[in-house]
């Protein structure tokens, strides 16, 4: 009970940090995906089902405010956080090099979707602008961002202080 009121505080501070203060910390309109940051530390930090419900909630944020499909960032969320839990068996809290890597490939895949099926169908081809201007830039900024909220996040959620490793039970 106690990890589900801290997982809503989480989640609607970050998509408030999201919306409001990264917005106007925005460079050349690139501002860093909080959201990703929340799904992917929550998907390896307690597993594949808790990364796909997180992933879901932080996606049907983002549909019912700023989505023009229902579902659609949903579902994205969703996945990241699932493929982010596989990881679950290999995460140490103490290791920060995991949780980087892992949070960069997941913006650079939800980025990557979103263009592919926003803009490559409509046949927008310009991948090599947009890699370039939005997907690398967004993918640096997160990146940058993580080093400070993960740290926040782990430590708001970490149960077992004294070590990284989870007992089968817990799994």
């Not at 405010?65 to 229902?70: E, K, M, P, T």
């Given at each position: 009970m106690k990890r589900n009121i801290i997982l809503f505080f989480v989640v609607i501070t970050g998509f408030v940090l999201q919306t409001t203060l990264f917005q106007a910390l925005s460079f050349g309109n690139i501002s860093p995906?909080?959201?990703i940051i929340i799904t992917a530390s929550y998907g390896f930090m307690f597993g594949k089902h808790y990364g796909m419900t997180v992933g879901f909630i932080c996606g049907l944020l983002t549909d019912i405010?700023?989505?023009?499909?229902?579902g659609f960032y949903a579902l994205v969320y969703l996945y990241i956080g699932a493929a982010n839990g596989f990881f679950h068996s290999i995460f140490f809290q103490e290791d920060i090099k995991l949780p980087l890597l892992l949070i960069a490939i997941s913006d650079f895949c939800y980025s990557f979707v979103c263009y592919v099926l926003l803009y490559l169908l409509r046949c927008r081809f310009h991948i090599v602008f947009y890699l370039k201007n939005v997907i690398?830039?967004?993918m640096v900024y997160t990146i940058f961002v993580t080093v400070f909220l993960y740290p926040c996040i782990l430590l708001l959620n970490w149960t077992r202080a004294d070590t990284g490793y989870h007992s089968q039970q817990e799994r």
């Open positions: 995906n909080i959201l405010f700023y989505g023009d499909v229902l690398v830039p967004e």
